[in-house]
């Protein structure tokens, strides 16, 4: 049966009750959902499933491991705003999505995950490939179901398609026992809707608070927009953009934050916290007032909660009532959409000088910013900002860049400058390495006519390097930088720091990633100075197929400025003013 | 502080797991559970006492709420509450002794639910102070008591109080099944009074 001919049964189907098998329903439910793309991985306990694919026009995507069928999943979501979805069979299968399904948890990604079990007369018994994942994933997932009677798969799924995009989005994973795959029902896709979504009694947006967060934003001297992962998330970007420019608030994102507000407009400061610019923090310790939009106070933005922004009053509008005064307490608790809640909120704000507080942040940039090393002639060695920087210029920030977690990551955060939301996919609240090459293309398959990046350190690329075989099995051009200083760099420059540069079991012996590319089909060359970075970029993004790029960088480079943990946001460590390795560098 | 959390939850297999682990991840100690049925079918209706803060009161309210398959979550430690506890408590006895203790719990208004040559058990509703007193008034005679099983608290509103969430699910209870001639401050003046 051709494509055309499955999708016209599929769609029967959605309009016409029918009996089918539990895996037919599995795939018609997806279908109705608007699921075109599955990541996963075959197995026993998920046959029936992967039998029944070939009757729907759905396109699955053979993963080399389950870990990269969730992360694929993760960035397909990150990069669409549309729900993933990943599949494994029971046991080993299903664990392995585990990590994958964390990450998206911490970062609220909208994922549905679909397991096989063994059938439901020997759940419990320890049969061959049995886990139980609905107990393994219960602290991972936003829910979970255990689905053992074929009538109830469709519900479960449509379900958890609500329950992954509702409120703060999430992860849910759905274990379906074999048996009830194998069974049949009648099914019935618009009887299988799950009832409305019930209103949460927290969630309120009172009209005092809107009163005085406008009152607060009005006699404001010195206010800071902290912009979240949430922007994106709510589809709130014109909002804030629409706030930060009527009352004159400068912007400083968080990670997950970056793209959701133009990197080249002028009120954004850049990314706050561990890693965020010594000025953006600066400002934020000396604000008078916080607007915190869809962020949630990460440890890793705050630096030691006692000593956060003492000056500042705290506004902070959240779709989770729980995140509310979680970390950092505030004066008023805006809970709600984003979108809808500034919707609400934008009438009440009036226009507003703030160029005497914009000055002051501009003149505390001019010292720090000169020891970019960007902006230092080229001593021949290679650093990663240089990457960075050439990779932004070349492609005019216009692509999709999926990192791993580490050094590269901060630098990419650093000096990649996003101007649209959904270009950055990255893992932030777990910190998973080996996210980056399934993520990129997981984002690709979601968007195929954007440039897409991956950009990895020597370390986290090994951990998912199998993939490699996914991009060629599905002939995606995805271009591949890995940044390799030899080092699991994060943690060595933490050791260097803080361990009497003790660098335990941090050097790290790789393949050589050229030649590996090559194993694979997939072409590609070594970059070893700054002259070379262009021309290498470059050429990646002339060839037909994914090609990458090994990048060997200065080996002990270390990501500034950094707030040691445990410190206050001030208290950074800043640039070195004289890096031995480079030359002609100023103190600062 | 205390916290009482009352919460209705979807009568499905590993909902209790899944509220005992949001403490268990937060490492807070859940001083009495209660589960039992609701006025709803497909509902339970759950008592959670524990000890935290007023701020992680407020976030472990909004945890709960975040499981699906709860329901409605309220915590009503401040609010004008009816509290009440069960326990059972065997007692040695022989029928030298056994006189006086019928008089101890003659006195606590509990009764005796069962009675053999050497032991008897004693059934006893109340506050949770009414039955530690029992418990340590039977405790001055070394050895007498041999088990104690204990329901944990079962905690509701005064007055004619219902939750909000199900009334705007349309799951509030049956108006017609309230006693029209109960007025709130009736209910509330019976209350307090002690069970027989």
Known sequence: ?588 | MLHTFVAYVEDLPGVLTRVASLFRRLNINISSLTVGRSEREGLSRLTLVCEASEVAGHRIRASLFKLENIVDVDDIAKAPNVTRELALIKVAATPRNRAQIFDLVEVFRARIVDLTSESLMIEMTGVESKIEGLIEVLREDDGRILEICRSGKMTMRRGHHTSSVLKAMGKAPDESSLQEDVTEDAAEANADVEPA
């Not at chain 1, 230092?376 to 900002?385: I, K, M, N, Q, R």
């Open chain 1, 1 to 588: 049966m051709g494509r055309n001919a499955n999708a016209k049964s599929a769609e029967s189907h959605l309009t016409t009750p029918t009996r089918l098998t539990g895996a037919e329903i599995v795939w018609a439910t997806l279908v109705g959902e608007g699921v075109t793309t599955v990541f996963g991985y075959p197995g026993g306990a998920i046959l029936p499933v992967y039998d029944a694919l070939r009757k729907f026009p759905i396109h699955h995507v053979l993963v080399r491991h389950e870990q990269g069928a969730a992360h694929m999943a993760d960035g397909y979501s990150r990069a669409s705003g549309k729900v993933g979805v990943a599949m494994a069979t029971s046991g080993p299968g299903a664990t392995n999505l585990v990590t994958g399904i964390a990450t998206a948890m911490l970062d609220s990604i909208p994922m549905v995950c679909i397991t096989g079990n063994v059938s439901s007369k020997v759940l419990g018994t320890d049969a061959f490939q049995e886990v139980d994942i609905t107990g393994i994933t219960l602290p991972v997932t936003k829910h979970n179901f255990l689905v053992n009677k074929t009538e109830d798969i469709a519900h479960a799924i449509r379900y958890a398609f609500q329950i992954a995009v509702s409120g703060r989005p999430g992860p849910v994973l759905v274990d379906i026992t074999k048996d009830a795959q194998q069974g049949t029902a009648i099914f019935d896709f618009e009887a299988a809707k799950p009832r409305a979504y019930r209103p949460h009694p927290m969630l309120h947006v009172d009209e005092s608070g809107l009163k005085h967060a406008a009152e607060l934003i009005k006699n404001a001297k010195r206010p800071v927009i902290l912009a979240g992962h949430g922007i994106s998330e709510s589809g709130a970007m014109e909002q804030v953009r629409t706030l930060a420019e009527r009352a004159q608030i400068p912007v400083a994102l968080t990670l997950l934050g970056l793209g959701s507000f133009p990197a080249s407009h002028a009120l954004n400061m850049g990314m706050m916290g561990m890693h965020g610019e010594s000025w953006v923090n600066t400002a934020i310790q000396e604000a008078d007032l916080l607007i915190a939009c869809g962020m949630r106070f990460d440890d890793r933005v705050t630096g030691t909660p006692s000593t956060y922004a003492l000056k500042a009053k705290k506004i902070h509008i959240e779709v989770d009532p729980a995140e509310v005064n979680k970390n950092v307490k505030v004066d008023v608790g805006l809970i709600g959409d984003l979108r809808e809640v500034l919707e609400e909120l934008l009438p009440r704000i009036a226009g507003r000088d703030g160029s005497a507080w914009l000055k002051t942040i501009e003149s505390s940039k001019g010292a720090v910013s000169v020891h970019d090393i960007k902006n230092l002639p080229d001593s021949g060695h290679l650093y990663a900002a240089h990457v960075m920087h050439d990779l932004w210029r070349i492609t005019g920030g216009d692509a999709i860049v999926a990192t791993d977690v580490g050094q590269h990551q901060m630098w990419e955060a650093q000096y990649f400058h996003h101007e649209t939301p959904r270009s950055l996919v990255t893992s932030g609240g777990l910190g998973t390495m080996g996210f980056a090459l399934p993520a990129a293309i997981g984002a690709k398959m979601a968007c195929p006519d954007k440039e897409v990046w991956v950009i990895a350190g020597d370390g986290g690329f090994q951990m998912t390097a199998a993939e490699l075989s996914t991009i060629v099995q599905e002939k995606l051009k995805i271009n591949i930088a890995i940044i390799n200083n030899g080092y699991l760099g994060m943690v060595r420059q933490w050791q260097e720091f803080f361990y009497e540069s003790n660098y335990e079991s941090t050097p790290l012996v790789s393949p050589d990633f050229v030649k590996l590319a090559d194993a694979h089909g997939i072409a590609g060359r070594a970059v070893t100075t700054r002259a070379e970075v262009a021309e290498a970029v470059n050429e990646a993004r002339k060839a037909p197929g994914a090609f990458l790029l090994n990048f060997m960088v200065e080996k002990e480079d270390s990501v500034y400025p950094m707030i040691p943990a445990g410190n206050a946001l001030h208290e950074m460590i800043r640039r070195p003013g004289k890096n031995p390795l480079v030359e002609s560098a100023d103190d600062e």
